[in-house]
């Protein structure tokens, strides 16, 4: 009797773990195949010299070689530079933008969420080109604008100049990363505790103070979302170097992103480029446990 | 929608007319998009710049579509349609069976997904490229839906979304003695629904911007996507500004047509998949 029951508990047992792989069967191959091992391939080929013509185990030399390597460098400023500038500008931006919007009437308000998600939709690329050719330096609309208005004296290549070009990048950049941040602040923003908001209003608390003590912690999980994604998305940076300067001029704009495309693409250096890539994976996951501890800490 | 009266400070008011400058602002690039791919070759190059196209030209377009510039904005929608298709469907299974389902190693297997997606997804570029040259599957359009199929995000939304699904219910479905397919598309699915109209949303915007993934798994003149073929014809022509921003009308007036139908969906969709994120 005993066995028996046992026997069918077993199999029980075993059925529904055939159903919840059966279930899981499709999404895991996808995600082993083309995640997981490219992953692991991608750890192991960082500690070789892979390229064209060779594959040999070189342990960290790929490594050591980056912290020599002056453009590997200049690429990791850049890139920090980015993140450390669009960052903060866009959290800010997008939370005043969405607390002026969120109060105004349905139609407005989506008015002002369409205008700033477009640039997501309309894509990276045809956006780019167009900025190309307003920052272009002889038929540019940038150009004739500010000499128009007396900025400027002559034309300025602004891709073209070490120091303009990285601000041209960030500037693009800005206007490709708000869309999303606001549709979430507006959202987060409209769901506070209205009482809370009118019962502290009519307890004489200013406007600030509201913002600070009733509304700022309810969104706080929100702000940390949009930092961690802000942060990936920054990092990340990609299309607009290649498009509109090639990393150029002088690496003043090459990025880790580019930099890595460069050594595996053009120089077919897969086993450096991949240990770049690791280092990257590396540096982006410390951010975010940083930014997950800090919001954990304001929350308490 | 509307929650008190507001009152006009001018700090309000100041506020909402920034607002109103910067949209113009934000605007601005699709309008010189669409008016400059009209221009002709001396208004594209004007130096000071003709702000409306008063003989407009569809010359750009004619020297656009000499390339195959509609077999572009045709691969791209096959790449993201398939790709949302594939990503709904394993991922709204696999997400249902993390949440409801217990079976070995579920508690492993969504630790795994939940790290991976920390994950900067450029960083196995490399090793991908190499795996599909060997599956013989590099330049086909499968090298890039295959792995945005395969990114965890999905499965995470998902779940998150199935636990929502009452015990009772699916316990009441089981006692009127419906099997799991039958379970999973009549009670499951209606509840889920919304979450996979967010997911959809999600991975075809992804997908659609995914410039990286397709520069490097697609090579052919005939294989590439709008963007790709924008981009090649940015480097090609740099300097023909009508014929790029030609290309980049028909890239972007579409997705937009698309994305202004479809609005409420998009910033619903966007905030759930945050939200539940």
Same mark, same amino acid.
């Given at each position: ?128 080109v167009v900025w190309k050719w307003m920052f272009s330096r002889y038929n540019g609309l940038l150009n004739y604008v500010l000499r128009a208005l ?5 034309n ?145 | ?23 113009l602002l934000?605007l601005f690039p699709m309008y010189w998009i669409l008016t400059g791919s009209v221009k002709d070759i001396q208004a594209v190059n004007a130096a000071s710049p003709v702000w409306f196209p008063l003989s407009p030209t569809l010359d750009n377009y004619q020297r656009l ?45 969504? &630790? ?6 920390? %994950? *900067?997804?450029?960083?196995?570029? =490399?090793?991908? +490229?190499?795996?599909?040259? $060997? ?45 799991? &397919? ?6 499951? %699915? *209606?509840?889920?629904?919304?979450? =996979?109209?967010? +997911?959809?949303?999600?991975? $075809? ?32 022509m740099?300097n023909d500004f009508g014929l790029i921003m030609a290309g980049a009308a ?28």
């Amino acid at each position: 009797m005993q066995t028996s029951q046992r026997t069918a508990l077993r199999a029980r047992e075993r059925r529904e773990n055939l159903i919840g792989y059966a279930y899981m069967a499709p999404a895991l191959v996808f995600f082993l195949g083309f995640v997981i091992f490219p992953m692991g391939m991608a750890l192991v080929t960082s500690l070789t010299d892979y390229s064209m013509d060779s594959f040999n185990f070189v342990g960290l030399a790929n490594y050591a070689r980056m912290l020599r390597d002056r453009v590997f460098g200049k690429a990791m400023v850049n890139t920090v530079l980015i993140v450390a500038v669009s960052v903060p500008a866009v959290t800010l931006f997008s939370l005043w933008a969405a607390s002026v919007v969120y109060k105004m009437r349905q139609r407005s308000s989506s008015f002002f969420r369409i205008v700033f998600y477009m640039p997501v939709v309309t894509g990276t690329v045809a956006v780019t080109v167009v900025w190309k050719w307003m920052f272009s330096r002889y038929n540019g609309l940038l150009n004739y604008v500010l000499r128009a208005l007396g900025v400027i004296g002559t034309n300025i290549s602004w891709l073209g100049d070490e120091a303009y070009a990285i601000w041209c990048i960030i500037l693009i950049l800005f206007t490709t990363s708000i869309g999303q941040p606001i549709v979430l602040y507006i959202s987060a923003l409209s769901n506070v505790d209205a009482s809370l908001v009118e019962a502290a209003e009519v307890d004489g608390a200013t406007h600030f103070k509201v913002f600070w003590k009733i509304k700022w912690p309810q969104i706080m999980n929100t702000t940390l979302y949009i930092l961690v994604i802000t942060t990936i998305n920054s990092f990340q940076i990609f299309a607009l170097i290649q498009l509109l300067t090639s990393g150029g001029p002088n690496n003043a704009t090459n990025t880790i992103m580019y930099n890595i495309y460069y050594h595996a693409f053009k120089l077919n250096e897969y086993g450096y480029g991949n240990a770049m890539g690791v280092v990257l994976a590396v540096v982006i996951g410390l951010f975010s446990v940083v930014q997950f501890r800090l919001a954990r800490a304001e929350r308490e | 929608m509307q929650t008190s009266v507001q009152r006009l400070t001018p700090y309000r008011v100041a506020s909402v007319a920034l607002l109103v400058l910067l949209s113009l602002l934000f605007l601005f690039p699709m309008y010189w998009i669409l008016t400059g791919s009209v221009k002709d070759i001396q208004a594209v190059n004007a130096a000071s710049p003709v702000w409306f196209p008063l003989s407009p030209t569809l010359d750009n377009y004619q020297r656009l579509f000499d390339r195959p510039a509609m077999h572009w904005l045709w691969n791209t929608v096959f790449i993201c349609l398939t790709a949302m298709l594939l990503t709904c469907a394993s991922a709204s299974l696999a997400g249902y069976a993390l949440a409801k389902k217990r079976f070995r190693g579920r508690a492993f297997l969504f &630790a795994v997904f939940i790290s991976a997606m920390a %994950l *900067p997804k450029q960083v196995i570029l =490399i090793p991908l +490229l190499k795996e599909m040259s $060997f599956l013989r599957l590099h330049d086909t359009p499968w090298a890039v839906i295959l792995p945005t199929v395969g990114w965890p995000f999905g499965v995470f939304l998902m779940k998150q979304f199935s636990e929502n699904i009452p015990g009772s219910v699916l316990e009441a479905a089981r006692i009127d003695g419906a099997g799991e &397919a039958m379970t999973f598309l009549k009670v499951v %699915l *209606p509840i889920i629904k919304p979450g =996979i109209g967010a +997911l959809a949303i999600f991975t $075809f915007i992804t997908a659609w911007n995914d410039y990286f993934m397709q520069l490097i798994m697609l090579n052919s003149q005939a294989k590439l996507t709008i963007s790709l073929g924008i981009a090649k014809l940015q480097t090609e022509m740099s300097n023909d500004f009508g014929l790029i921003m030609a290309g980049a009308a028909l890239s972007a007036i579409p997705i937009t047509a698309v994305f202004l139908l479809f609005q409420q969906f998009f910033t619903r969709g966007i905030t759930m998949g945050a939200v539940k994120g």
